[in-house]
């Protein structure tokens, strides 16, 4: 930037100028001590009185010292003051464009810590599409988040003031991954309070946090090291089943994705049997499973099933047939 460079040259110009000061108060015998002390006396414009009395060559270079000296001190202050006023100016515009701009969100996902799963997850959910708001209470991973190009609010996500910051009223999802189950705990516990209707997923580091953190609210508790066991060890007992899950739910080199469609009231698709929904025809997408309002899971249904509104279908396409799918369910359609 034009400012830390003009900077840069302003500090380099005022140390040279007490360097210079020096070696000539030097030359003019003083001792190097004396002759610091004369130099930034001189520049800095504090009138205290020569350290030595000066010849008729020590005064003239002391008037040249000082107009070099003192109009070099004030433009590096000057240049300093600028640049410390810019970036608090810039940070504050910054914050309040970011603060603008999750005023403005809705239906988006607040993830509450950006440490490595916070970080992780934070990258996935913004490489889907997804808005993503930050929060975290460390300078460092505030400014790190900001980097990778998510939305961030500084603070402690346990409390009520933060989560309003980042939206929790009009958000679909929020993940508490903070560091330790405790506060965890607390973010799911506040959260819940402040919104009933807030889908909750909360981080355990331990198995027995799991039902603590279900009966403060969250609505999925996931436990990462857990998970990473169950996940090597299919990959030791069905390794070609595993990366196949792996390839759909990630990594985008196929083009089919497994997704999940619901059936609203008014659905078109609600009261009828698979075989009489033509979903496979008319859409191209493949029906896995079905889940009810109360959670149960009905895999590999019949031609039979009836589907009914409530309902979500666990489908497998390309996104395009996905997307067919999603719009046969819609009422209206």
Known sequence: MEAWRRLRFGLAALVGVLVTGTVGYALLGFSLLDAVYQTVTTVSTVGFREVHPLSAAGRVFTIALILVGVGTALYTFTLVLEAV?????AELVGRRRMDRRIAGMTGHVIVCGFGRVGRNLAHYLAGAGENVVVIDNDPARAADAVGTGV????????????????????????????????????????????????FIVARARIESSEAKLAQAGADRVVNPQGIGGARMAAFVLQPHVAEFLDVVMHDGSLEFRLEEVPLP???????????DAHIRDSTGALILALRDAGGEFTTNPTPETVLAAGQILIAIGTEAQLKALAAAARPGS
């Open 151 to 198: 939305h961030v609010v500084r603070g402690d996500a346990t409390t009520d003031e933060v989560l309003r910051g980042a939206g929790v009223e009009r958000a679909r999802v929020l993940v508490s991954a903070l560091d330790t189950d405790a506060a965890n705990l607390f973010v799911t516990l506040t959260a819940r309070s402040l919104r009933e209707d807030l």
């Open 85 to 89: 006023v810019e970036g608090q100016i």
């Open 265 to 275: 009231p008014g659905s078109p698709l609600a009261g009828r049997s698979l075989r």
